[in-house]
């Protein structure tokens, strides 16, 4: 009884893998497929997917141990900086401004879901979307006032893009598409088509906690079909919660600026534009 009980399992387990084409080799295929859909996309000569470091919050060790690194291997990032800890190291801000960093708007007090209890006095079920454009626009000017630039890309804190709650939920995703050039998720799975996503809700995949194994399979996987995979961190040092390993920095660094593995390793604007460019044929 229990052999014919496996058996049936078996055949089951079978019936769900082909008729979800979940297969590898039929990914594969996927992939290939969306490859020959591109059309007239192509990435720059010589480059065959390309890689944003993106960080959140002006954490201070983005400052002490993640620039450094960056800034010896010519790599150029992009910080999502939430006002009150950018004005705490201004000159140092300023530094990564002149070394060519992009500097992004990531709200101006980081409102997310009020389970997070940190941010139940700013929680995103309270939120409306007049509340949200203030927050977007006074963190945008009080940046440019600081800093000199004025962000053209934005982070969603949390990576959550509501306001409200239940039938009086709305999306704030139409508002980043109206006042930025793109907006980064968080915790996603997957690098972006090019040809496909959606500026305003780019997929943004956690840097954190990774070692450089883990994140070539991610490069390899991206080369494969021709993406843009937006990596996302927040702290950087040895180790620990939401804190990218210096040591997988400075590794990531040194292969995506070998020329000849094709990754071509920029700014989210800088990628955006050229993305954009691509497909309108002139810059947004
Ligand atoms: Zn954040």
Redesign the pocket.
Same mark, same amino acid.
């Given at each position: 009884m229990r052999i014919v009980w496996i058996c049936l399992i078996v055949m089951y387990c079978c019936v769900i893998v082909v008729s979800t084409g979940c297969s590898p080799s039929n990914l594969q295929d996927k992939e290939q497929s969306a490859l020959e859909e591109r059309g007239d996309f192509s990435w720059p000569v010589g480059k065959r997917a390309a890689i944003s470091l993106t960080f959140?919050?002006a954490r201070f060790s983005q400052i002490d141990r993640g620039l450094p690194i960056l800034n010896e291997y010519g790599v150029k990032a992009t910080f999502y900086v939430l006002v009150r800890p950018l004005e705490e190291r201004l000159s140092d801000w300023k530094k990564a401004v002149t070394k060519g960093h992009e500097i992004g708007n +990531?709200s101006l007090t +980081?409102p997310c879901s009020g389970n997070f209890p940190f941010a139940r006095e700013r929680a995103l079920e309270n939120y409306t979307l007049g509340k949200m454009r203030y927050e977007l626009q006074e963190s945008n000017n009080i940046i440019e006032r600081l800093l000199g630039v004025r962000p053209v890309t934005f982070a969603y804190?949390?990576g959550q893009k509501y306001v409200g709650r239940g039938r009086n939920l709305k999306s704030y995703v139409p508002l980043v598409a109206e006042k930025f050039l793109a907006g980064r998720g968080w915790m996603d799975e997957w690098a972006n088509d090019p040809a496909f996503c959606d500026m305003a809700q780019l997929m943004g995949v956690e840097l954190d906690g990774k070692d450089f194994e883990q994140v070539k399979q991610l490069f390899d996987r991206t080369l494969a079909n021709g993406g843009w995979l937006v990596f996302c961190g927040h702290d950087i040092g040895e180790g620990g919660r939401q804190t990218t390993r210096a040591s997988t920095l400075k590794a990531l660094c040194e292969y995506a600026q070998d020329p000849a593995n094709g990754l071509w390793l920029d700014t989210v604007e800088e990628v955006a534009r050229y993305i954009l460019k691509q497909r309108t044929g002139k810059p947004d």
């Open positions: 959140d919050d +990531h +980081h804190p949390c």
